[in-house]
Structures are given as structure tokens and as C-alpha cells.
């Protein structure tokens, strides 16, 4: 993207900017914030976007494509440059394989690159059957009854490995369909058993500087029982595995109204949060835009990882990716709206006063508590949002620049109405 059209794009929204963020950075100093710090750790926190994202998700009853979907690798990695370009927040992609493998890598290398995008976790996919594959995952993957299945499955995740160990990724996320849709169907001892031999198997095959990420979903696929249902079994196999393994938390992967928070907390104390994947939901796993439905929740949770961040010396710095389908919406659009969400819960947790909180704490003062929390998160964040993208050369105003710049048009123009995004 030109940085000179960005530039341009944000002269008209510039005086009112300025207003708002001089407002909002008096009032945080004469609280005791540090404003300066605040806008650094803003402009270091970086998501990675999925490349599932970048087209149109679907559910089961169908899927409305959306027009100038990327319908290739690199293409995927130029929208995540749009989305960084705008937003300086999304300075990383996420692969999916057998979804994108690259056909050379060289090319891919220097075309995420030269927009300053690295690659983040790659995913491996054990839930679908692909049209080469010997054996089938209908019953299972790494848990299955079968030796051959679960072979394939542990040969797949180990040249997911390959694959992002030659683009420069560090981290191997595995998530299983696994389970069973009807009581009886399986034996609970004897899959968790194989899945826990089958990942050790995995994490033999990772290189010294990577880590493995086991996410949890309590249940769908399958309804009836599904073999890394929570995040106590995803600790427990991560353990097993050794200190590369971590657990992955999936806003979208728990049932109503789980307390997310204490659960970051818990793995946080333990140094084994590895992986965040953001979306929200109202129901179950909908994959909805970031903050679109419980953003006090979203803020609660990220006063746990700020919490964690920075009194967990045992916990490493955990990757961030949206984990969302966008069904209705310019995907790009969506996931703006995402990364505005995840900067603004963000940005409401760092102005938690810690030691006053503590000290309401000990003090047993549930009103002041509550009391902290709520200012924090009742303040208007978005002048600090917007200054420190201003600062990193972004857009003050990412949505409306990319609709002035017409660029879903511009996309459209290049690929066609018809592309469809690959793996979808
Ligand atoms: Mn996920």
C-alpha cells in the first residue's frame, strides 16, 4: 500500500484527533498514567490474522462470497499488508496447511516481507479428509482407534512443522476435531491415551526454538464428547509433552459464561498460556467479530493478561491471532473492527491502577474494586488507539481510509468478482 495515500487520508481527520488525544493524555497524567509508555506497548502489540479470514466464512446452510477474495497465498499475505499498513497492529499471518502450502517459498518470504508481515503459528488440519490421503479422520485423527490413522495424522502435523520451520514460524497449533457424537461410540481412557502419545510424537519432531500449542473446544464437531474438551486437558497433555507444549485459549472454545479470565490466570501462574485466539460469541463457537457482543469480558480477560504479562516471568510472551469468520461482512472491514477491539481492551486494562487494585484488595473494599475496573474500562480509549497508529505511520481513521481509498474496489478490479478465497 502507499504510505503517501495513508498520509493524505489522515490530513482531514487530524485537528480533531489532536483534540481529543491532548484531552484524554492530560487527564491520564494528572491520574499518574504514563501516557508515553501506554502508547509504546499499544504500537508493540501485534495479532496475527488467520488466512481463513481473508474470504468469506460460511456455516453449514451455505456461503455468500465476497468479491476480490484472495485466491492464493500471496494474495493473502497482500491483504494482511493492507490491514498492517492501515491499522499497524497485524504485522503477522498465520497459516493453515494443507490450505496454503507455498509453492515457492522464496517468493512468499519476500512478499510477506517486504510488507513487514512474519509468520506466525501454522495450523495443521486433521479434521477434513484430503483427496490424496490413504486413510480417513471421519472417526478421529491422533485418538483414532486405528495405528494407520493416527500415523498419518502425526506425519501430517510433523510436515506442517517442515513447512513453517522453511517461512521462519516458531509454533505448530493443533487443534483436533476428536471425539465422539453418540455415548458409546468410544472409549474415553483409550483416545485420550492414543492423542497423548500421538502429540508426544509431534513434539519429538519440533525444532529447539519452537513451541506447541494444544487448543481445547468443548464440543463440535462432535456433540456428544470431544477428547481435548477444556483447558485442564490441554494443561495435562501439555505436561505430558514437555516444556515446549503450551495450551491455547479460544475465546469461542467454552461453554456460556465460563469465567475466561481466572482460566488465563490459572495457565498464566503455571507458564503455560501459549496461544490466544480472539473472536466472540453469543451462543457457542460463532466466530464473531472481536468485542462485537461482550466487550467487558474481553476486558476482563485482558486485565488477567496484563496481569500476567507483567508479574508472570514463567509464562512466555503468548501469540495473539482472530480466530473469526466473516459471513456477512468485508472480511478486511471485520477484521479492523476486530483489531480496534482487541487495542481498546487493551489499552482499558494497562489503565488499571494495579497497586491501588491490590491494595482495595487487601483491604476487603469490594465497592472501590469494582470501582477501579469499571473506570478504567468506562474511559474512552480510542485518542491513545489512534495516536499510536498515527505514531507508527498507520491510518488515524483505518475503516474510513480504506473506504475513501476505494480499496475492496481496487481488489476487485485485480482478481475478479468470482475469486474465492483458497481452503474455504
Ligand atoms: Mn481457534
Known amino acids: 500500500m502507499d504510505k503517501n495515500k495513508i498520509l493524505d487520508s489522515n490530513k482531514k481527520y487530524l485537528q480533531t484527533h489532536t483534540e481529543t488525544f491532548d484531552f484524554l493524555s492530560n487527564q491520564l497524567c494528572s491520574q499518574g498514567r504514563d501516557v508515553t509508555n501506554i ?72 512478499r510477506a516481507k517486504s510488507q513487514n508481515i512474519v509468520f506466525d503459528a501454522v495450523n495443521s488440519n486433521t479434521f477434513q479428509d484430503q483427496k490424496t490421503a490413504k486413510e480417513s479422520y471421519k472417526y478421529g485423527s491422533l485418538g483414532n482407534m486405528t495405528k494407520a490413522v493416527r500415523e498419518q495424522a502425526i506425519q501430517h502435523n510433523k510436515e506442517v512443522i517442515d513447512i513453517g520451520n522453511k517461512l521462519g514460524s516458531k509454533s505448530l497449533t493443533v487443534w483436533l476435531a476428536d471425539g465422539a457424537s453418540f455415548p458409546g461410540q468410544s472409549n474415553f481412557q483409550t483416545v485420550l491415551q492414543h492423542t497423548e502419545t500421538s502429540l508426544k510424537s509431534i513434539y519429538e519432531h ?107 516471568p514463567q509464562n512466555p510472551y503468548p501469540a495473539w491471532m482472530i480466530d473469526a469468520s466473516h459471513n456477512i461482512k468485508d472480511p478486511l472491514e471485520d477484521l479492523m473492527q476486530s483489531l480496534e477491539a482487541i487495542q481498546e481492551a487493551y489499552a482499558k486494562a494497562l489503565l488499571v491502577d494495579q497497586k491501588g487494585l491490590l491494595k482495595a484488595q487487601q483491604e476487603n473494599d469490594v465497592v472501590r474494586c469494582q470501582e477501579m475496573l469499571q473506570n478504567a474500562y468506562r474511559t474512552d480509549v480510542r485518542p491513545l488507539l489512534r495516536q499510536a497508529r498515527l505514531n507508527s505511520g498507520g491510518a488515524i481513521q483505518p475503516i474510513a481510509t480504506y473506504r475513501s481509498l476505494k480499496i475492496r474496489k481496487e481488489l476487485i478490479k485485480k482478481r475478479g468478482a468470482n475469486s474465492v478465497a483458497s481452503g474455504l
Not at 497465498?73 to 492501515?86: A, M, Q, T
Not at 507455498?102 to 519476500?110: G, L
Not at 460469541?281 to 507483567?310: Q, W
Open 39 to 110: 502508547l509504546k506497548k499499544l504500537s508493540q502489540f501485534q495479532v496475527a490474522i488467520p488466512s481463513w479470514a481473508l474470504g468469506a466464512g460460511g456455516t453449514r446452510f451455505g456461503r455468500f462470497g465476497f468479491q476480490g477474495e484472495p485466491s492464493n497465498l500471496e494474495e493473502k499475505i497482500d491483504d494482511v499488508g493492507i490491514l498492517h499498513s492501515l491499522t499497524q497492529t497485524a504485522g503477522a499471518i498465520s497459516l493453515h496447511i494443507p490450505w496454503d502450502v507455498p509453492t515457492d517459498y522464496d517468493t512468499v518470504k519476500e
Open 206 to 312: 519440533l525444532p529447539q526454538d519452537w513451541k506447541m500449542f494444544i487448543e481445547y473446544k468443548p464440543y463440535e464437531p462432535n456433540f456428544y464428547s470431544t477428547v481435548i474438551q477444556d483447558w485442564g486437558t490441554s494443561f495435562m497433555l501439555a505436561n505430558a509433552c514437555g516444556e515446549k507444549a503450551y495450551t491455547l485459549v479460544d475465546l469461542g472454545h467454552h461453554l456460556p459464561n465460563t469465567n475466561i479470565e481466572q482460566i488465563v490466570s490459572t495457565l498464566m501462574m503455571k507458564g503455560k498460556l501459549g496461544g490466544f485466539h480472539f473472536n466472540d460469541s453469543k451462543y457457542g463457537d460463532d466466530d464473531l467479530t472481536v468485542g462485537s457482543i461482550k466487550p467487558y469480558t474481553l476486558f476482563l480477560i485482558f486485565n488477567a493478561l496484563v496481569y500476567g504479562m507483567e508479574n508472570n
